[in-house]
C-alpha cells in the first residue's frame, strides 16, 4: 500500500512536471529569443558598420554554421531552463523551498538584498564549475561545445552542451530550500542573468573608456570574457571580476586590451 502511494505521489510529480514544461519552454524561447535576435539584428546586420571599430576581435569567423550550431544549442539549454523553473515552482508551491511573495515574510531589507546575495553566488558557482569544465578529461566531453565559437556572438550567450546548462543552473535548488528568495527578486535575477549572459557574448565592447577606471571596474566586461574565449584558460568569471584577481586567473592584459578597443572606438 505505501509502495503505490509512493508511486501514485512520483507519477504526479511527472505528470506535472510535463505538463507545465513546455510552456514554460515557450515562455523562455519567445522572450529569450527576441531579446538575443534582436541585438543580434541591430549590431551585427543594421549597424555593423556603425559600429565596427567597437569589434573586440577585428577578424570576422561568425559563418551560417556557426549560428545553426548555436541555435541547436539553444534549445536544448532553454529546455533544461524550463525544466528548472518547472521545478522550482512545483517545489514551491508544495511548500519546500523559501521562495516567498509577501515581502512581510522575511523583511523589505531582505527581499532587496537577497538580489546581491544571489548574484555572488550565482557569480562563485559559475567561476567553480567553469574551471571544472575547463579540465581536460572534463573539457572535451562538455565545454569544448561552448569554445567552438571563438568570435562569440548574441547567439553564442545559450550554446552550451546540454549537461553544462544543467550544470550552470543546478545551483538554484539547493539554494531555493535553504535561502528566502522574494519572487520578484528571482525574476530581476534571471533578467540580469539574460543581459549579462547576452552582454558577455556579444562581441561588440560598448562599456565607456573610463569603465576599468571607476568603481565599476570590479564587474566584467564583454571584453573579459571575450578573451576567455579567444585565449581560452584565463578570465572565468561570469558578473565579477573578484575570483580571477584573486586566483591569478584574469589575463594580464585584459585591461590594456580593454583601452585599445576603447581608444579604437574613438574613432568613430
Not at 532587496?112 to 562563485?124: A, H, P, R
Not at 571563438?150 to 535561502?179: G, Q
Request: net charge positive.
Amino acid at each position: 500500500m505505501l509502495l503505490v502511494r509512493i508511486y501514485k505521489y512520483i507519477m504526479e510529480i511527472i505528470n506535472n512536471i510535463l505538463s507545465n514544461i513546455f510552456t514554460n519552454f515557450m515562455a523562455g524561447l519567445l522572450f529569450n529569443g527576441t531579446i538575443i535576435f534582436l541585438v543580434y539584428f541591430l549590431i551585427w546586420k543594421k549597424f555593423a558598420k556603425r559600429f565596427q571599430n567597437f569589434r573586440i576581435q577585428l577578424k570576422n569567423r561568425v559563418n551560417n554554421k556557426q549560428i545553426r550550431r548555436e541555435l541547436k544549442n539553444s534549445l536544448y539549454a532553454l529546455l533544461v531552463s524550463a525544466l528548472f523553473s518547472t521545478l522550482v515552482i512545483l517545489l514551491s508551491m508544495k511548500g519546500y523551498t523559501k521562495i516567498y511573495y509577501d515581502t512581510s515574510e522575511y523583511g523589505l531589507f531582505m527581499s532587496l538584498i537577497s538580489f546581491f546575495v544571489l548574484l555572488l553566488i550565482d557569480d562563485t558557482w559559475f567561476y567553480w564549475t567553469h574551471r571544472l569544465l575547463h579540465s581536460p578529461k572534463i573539457y572535451k566531453h562538455i565545454h569544448k561545445e561552448h569554445h567552438k565559437s571563438i568570435d562569440v556572438n548574441p547567439f553564442t550567450s545559450m550554446s552550451f552542451h546540454v549537461i553544462e546548462a544543467i550544470i550552470l543552473t543546478f545551483w538554484i535548488l539547493p539554494v531555493s530550500f535553504i535561502f528566502p528568495i522574494y519572487v520578484p527578486t528571482l525574476i530581476l535575477l534571471q533578467l540580469w542573468g539574460l543581459f549579462d549572459n547576452v552582454k558577455a557574448h556579444l562581441g561588440y565592447e560598448f562599456y565607456p573608456s573610463w569603465w576599468n577606471k571607476s568603481v565599476l571596474k570590479f564587474m566584467t566586461s564583454s571584453t573579459h570574457h571575450n578573451m576567455h574565449h579567444s585565449q581560452f584558460n584565463g578570465n572565468y568569471g561570469l558578473h565579477f571580476r573578484f575570483w580571477d584577481k584573486l586566483l591569478g586567473t584574469e589575463f594580464k592584459d585584459y585591461e590594456e586590451k580593454y583601452d585599445n578597443i576603447k581608444n579604437r572606438s574613438k574613432l568613430e
